[in-house]
């Protein structure tokens, strides 16, 4: 398996907090991994510095051996990274077709006119929106709005795909399409950072997982192993008479 | 722009057409007045209305295309000087625009304003230190008619851009970055180049109305041709029309030109009180625009119509 990302060191501080404190991990092409750990441990700070919303305070992160830690946002998307929000943030006042050119249109090998209104048809149906293209995505629930954000990630045909909480708040049968999607762009060949408070999905998607506290990595390896470590359920349910 | 909005735009277009033709010289006086209006509101929405920054730039991009003709009009043919008013005023949205552009919000507004007045006073200064004058005579031997013509051509232009603007990616870049800065980028869009871009292709127009307008003062001096009034006007205009769409600072740009003419001609002491007073009723009316409001309004007339229809 080749390495598609490679983080090392990285920190990111706000003020006095250090947020985000020396993380190292690697990513695989066609992998899962899973980034875990109780609230405020780090997680969406490491995805936004992955994908160039913040800037990394110390640390190096290299996409295919090119660093990148620094960028700017638009040019890390432009090399082939896409990601979804944790609070969902689709284009209110566009609707949904046009939320979707929008990450075909600026990506490195852009689509317009025909080919990309094929495309966006394509990827709505992929993620269970065919037929609302028309619809103002301000109008969709709370779940199809998650669900175009994905669509509009995957239009960016990224190479690797960072989601945060994207199957938070998805009933048991949205979760398993969600899950067999996610499963379903592995075997693509894309890679995922999967930032995940159901540990089912987690269970079941991710090849290997880290686990997050205080911005530092609390432990990693296989899923299982993992969330049965004593130190990772001390980090989560604290101490038992607390 | 299809349908109704198309309509209206030719409408007014033909109907403007047909002053030079028909009407009394007052009325041209009239028709230039609202067809420079229309060519600053609808230029200033160009990229205000995506973007949602606000500009009070207009007055400097106008007096640099002003000074420009003023100074440059006897010696170039009159061609060649739109073009270089053009190249000036791109050139300065430019600058301007890499240094302010990543400003937010607020900050760009009053920095548009001091830019507008620094330029001002920095043209008062060289006129009175090297030039030796406060103000230039413009003796360019254009007709009402010549400016008039034009201004139309100007202001069709502004359409047929802001059209073509309005269906390329440009166009699309531009709404994304309005609805959310963040996501636009994350989907790969180069922000900072989209909104300098667009600054610089209103900018241009702001500076050619600027130089058309020139000759129709035979005296020019900074303050008028950097009025800020300028500025408000433009922006007040188009946020009446509706700053959302391309064809709704017409809206807002006949009515209040009309309005602002009696007032003038009325109340010119009270002018800029009246002014103020005309910007809140407004905000506070009309906050989404006549474009805004006529877009609401229309569904809900035709509610009982299939929803095919409507959209
Ligand atoms: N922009 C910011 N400014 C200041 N502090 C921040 C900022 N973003 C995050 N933090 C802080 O950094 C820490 C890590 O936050 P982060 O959002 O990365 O946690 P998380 O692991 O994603 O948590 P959750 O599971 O609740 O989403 C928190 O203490 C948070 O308050
Ligand atoms: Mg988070």
Redesign the interface.
């Known amino acids: 398996m080749t390495v598609l990302l490679e983080v090392s060191g990285l920190v990111r501080r706000f003020g006095g907090l250090v947020a985000v404190n020396g993380l190292s991990f690697t990513v695989g092409s066609s992998e899962i991994l899973g980034l875990i750990g109780p609230n405020g441990s780090g997680k969406t700070t490491a995805l936004n510095l992955l994908?160039?919303?913040l800037k990394p305070d110390a640390g190096d992160i290299r996409l295919r051996g090119r660093p990148v830690a620094g960028l700017?946002?638009?040019r890390i998307?432009?090399l082939g990274v896409?990601?979804t929000f944790q609070l969902v943030?689709v284009?209110?006042?566009?609707d949904a077709r046009?939320n979707v050119?929008?990450?075909l249109?600026?990506?490195?090998d852009?689509l317009?006119g025909e080919a990309a209104d094929r495309e966006v048809s394509h990827l709505l149906q992929r993620v269970g929106l065919g037929g609302r293209g028309?619809q103002r995505s301000a109008e969709l629930t709370y779940i199809d709005q998650k669900r175009l954000e994905l669509a509009?990630a995957l239009a960016?045909a990224p190479k690797l795909l960072l989601l945060d909480e994207w199957l938070a708040g998805l009933n048991p049968s949205e979760l398993q399409d969600g899950i067999g999607l996610i499963q379903s762009l592995r075997r693509e060949g894309l890679s995922i950072v999967l930032v995940e408070h159901v540990m089912d999905a987690i269970r079941t998607l991710c090849d290997r997982c880290i686990v997050m506290n205080a911005g530092s990595v609390l432990a990693e390896g296989a899923p299982d192993a993992v969330l049965s470590d004593p130190q990772v359920v001390h980090a989560y349910l604290g101490d038992p008479d607390a | 722009m299809k349908g109704v909005p198309l309509a209206l735009v030719v409408a007014a277009m033909g109907a403007l057409a047909l002053v030079p033709f028909l009407g009394t010289g007052y009325h041209l006086a009239l028709a230039i007045g609202i067809l420079n209006n229309l060519v600053l509101a609808t230029a200033w929405a160009l990229f205000s209305g995506p973007t949602r920054y606000v500009s009070l730039a207009t007055a400097a991009f106008f007096g640099i295309g002003s000074y420009a003709a003023a100074g440059l009009g006897e010696a170039l043919p009159w061609p060649v000087l739109l073009a270089v008013a053009l190249v000036l005023g791109a050139a300065m949205a430019l600058v301007v625009g890499l240094s302010t552009l990543r400003l937010s919000g607020i900050y760009f507004v009053i920095f548009t304003f001091g830019l507008s007045e620094l330029i001002r006073q920095l043209v008062t200064w060289w006129e009175v230190n090297v030039s030796r004058s406060v103000g230039r005579y413009i003796f360019l031997d254009v007709t009402q008619e010549g400016i008039f013509w034009q201004l139309f051509g100007l202001a069709a232009l502004v359409f047929l851009v802001g059209w073509l603007i309005g269906r390329s990616?440009l166009g699309?870049?531009l709404?994304?970055v309005?609805?959310?800065e963040?996501?636009?980028?994350?989907?790969?869009?180069?922000?900072t180049g989209a909104k300098l871009l667009l600054f610089a292709v209103s900018a241009a127009f702001m500076t050619l109305a600027g130089a058309i307008m020139a000759p129709r003062w035979t005296y020019l001096d900074p303050s008028i041709a950097f009025n800020p009034v300028i500025s408000f006007q433009a922006l007040i205009m188009a946020l009446l029309g509706g700053a959302g769409r391309l064809w709704g600072p017409l809206l807002g740009v006949v009515p209040l030109t009309l309005l602002f003419e009696v007032l003038g001609a009325n109340f010119p002491n009270a002018f800029s009180i009246l002014l103020g007073l005309v910007f809140m009723a407004i905000v506070y009316a009309v906050p989404n625009g006549i474009a805004g409001w006529f877009e609401g309004a229309w569904p809900r007339a035709v509610r009982l119509l299939p929803q095919k229809a409507v959209?």
């Open positions: 994908s160039g919303a700017s946002p638009d998307a432009r896409a990601r943030r284009l209110p006042s566009l046009e050119l929008a990450g249109a600026f990506r490195a852009p317009w028309h509009r960016l | 990616r699309l870049a709404r994304v309005g609805d959310d963040l996501v636009a980028r994350h989907c790969g869009i180069n922000v959209r």
